[in-house]
C-alpha cells in the first residue's frame, strides 16, 4: 500500500497551492482520506479529511473557508486545494488513509501514510 503526495513547493502569501495523493496497492473505495501537516518542531496535525462518498468533509478551524479537500475515486486520488495562504500555513503536508472509529482529526486513525510534501509560505 502506497500514498504518494506531491505539489508542495514555495509560495508567496495569499497565494495557492493543490496538493495531490495518489493511492495505490489496494482500493480505498471504504477509506476516510485525510490531510495532515507537521511545522517544524511541532507535532503533526489534522488539517481536513473526505468520507468515500465525498458526501462529508472535515477541517481544522484554521483553514476553514481556505482550503478545499475533494476526491476522485475512479484514480484513487485525493486532492487539497489550498487559497489565501499564511505563513503560518508553512509545514510538511502528509496525506493519510484510515477507517476512523473514533475522531476524525487523530493521527491515530489513520492506518497509511504518505511520505510528505513541504509546503514553504513566505510573507
Known amino acids: 500500500v502506497q500514498l504518494q503526495a506531491s505539489g508542495g513547493g514555495l509560495v508567496q502569501a495569499e497565494g495557492s497551492l493543490r496538493l495531490s495523493c495518489a493511492a495505490s496497492g489496494r482500493t480505498f473505495s471504504s477509506y476516510v482520506l485525510g490531510w495532515f501537516r507537521q511545522a517544524p518542531g511541532k507535532e503533526r496535525r489534522f488539517v481536513a479529511a473526505?468520507?468515500?462518498?465525498?458526501?462529508?468533509?472535515i477541517y481544522a478551524d484554521s483553514v476553514k473557508g481556505r482550503f478545499t479537500i475533494s476526491r476522485d475515486n475512479a484514480n484513487n486520488t485525493v486532492y487539497l486545494q489550498m487559497n489565501s495562504l499564511k505563513p503560518e500555513d508553512t509545514a510538511v503536508y502528509y496525506c493519510?488513509?484510515?477507517?476512523?472509529?473514533?475522531?476524525?482529526?487523530?493521527?491515530?486513525?489513520?492506518?497509511?501514510w504518505g511520505q510528505g510534501t513541504l509546503v514553504t509560505v513566505s510573507s
Open positions: 473526505i468520507t468515500w462518498s465525498g458526501g462529508r468533509t
Open positions: 493519510a488513509a484510515g477507517q476512523p472509529r473514533g475522531s476524525y482529526y487523530s493521527i491515530n486513525e489513520y492506518d497509511y
